[in-house]
T-cell receptor, first 114, second 119 residues
Framework: AQSVTQLGSHVSVSEGALVLLRCNYS??????LFWYVQYPNQGLQLLLK??????LVKGINGFEAEFKKSETSFHLTKPSAHMSDAAEYFC????????????FGTGTRLKVLA | GAVVSQHPSRVICKSGTSVKIECRSL??????MFWYRQFPKKSLMLMAT?????????EQGVEKDKFLINHASLTLSTLTVTSAHPEDSSFYIC???????????????FGPGTRLTVL
């Protein structure tokens, strides 16, 4: 069964600093992985997804993630944090049942300090 | 990108009443829609998978008679919380899968969520 683990429920960075949000996955088959962002009282917006085409995936808003099979990781990074990046971030893996439902991590709340 | 809407965005109801939440895919067809529940500062918990024209598949621990799901068309799924109680208060989010290829690469698009408060 697929699963994801997000290390760190809260991450704080200074504006302009590197953002690193961690996600490790468990999967018996090559996974499809996703990062979503959620702003307060809103739904989820897709940041990027890994579908085995390339290990370094670029997403929206300057975010990117690197798939590392040896480390079973799919960490999300952004070189320079902006105040508007403050939000909740979720890592998810698609399972391989008939409906390909998503299994979400517990989320990481990113706080950006001025 | 594809748009999924939810209605209402917020609802307050009295204990014992039923509440219906609609999830619509506005510019694409979705054979599969998912319903999630999100507790404050928590992750999304998948409640059920809704398939057009068939019965929903509920996750373990979710009461079928409590949370009625209907997926009557390729663009509409509804979640009815029956005999709501304060513990049902939560943020409910739906998502819809584009028909696409029918495989894991078909993206899920999420609605903006519905905040339910049961007094």
């Amino acid at each position: 069964a697929q699963s994801v683990t997000q290390l760190g429920s809260h991450v704080s960075v200074s504006e302009g600093a590197l953002v690193l949000l961690r996600c490790n996955y468990s999967s018996s088959v090559p996974p499809y992985l996703f990062w979503y962002v959620q702003y307060p009282n809103q739904g989820l917006q897709l940041l990027l997804k890994y579908t085995s085409a390339a290990t370094l995936v670029k997403g929206i808003n300057g975010f990117e993630a690197e798939f590392k099979k040896s480390e079973t990781s799919f960490h999300l990074t952004k070189p320079s944090a902006h105040m508007s990046d403050a939000a909740e971030y979720f890592c998810a893996v698609s399972d391989f049942s008939g409906t390909y439902k998503y299994i979400f991590g517990t989320g990481t709340r990113l706080k950006v300090l001025a | 990108g594809a748009v999924v809407s939810q209605h209402p965005s917020r609802v307050i109801c009295k204990s014992g009443t039923s509440v219906k939440i609609e999830c619509r895919s506005l510019d694409f067809q979705a054979t599969t829609m998912f319903w999630y529940r999100q507790f404050p500062k928590k992750s999304l918990m998948l409640m059920a998978t809704s398939n057009e024209g068939s019965k929903a598949t509920y996750e373990q621990g979710v009461e079928k008679d409590k949370f009625l799901i209907n997926h009557a068309s390729l663009t509409l799924s509804t979640l009815t919380v029956t005999s709501a109680h304060p513990e049902d208060s939560s943020f409910y989010i739906c998502s819809a899968r584009d028909l696409g290829t029918g495989g894991p690469l078909d993206e899920q698009f999420f609605g903006p969520g519905t905040r339910l408060t049961v007094l």
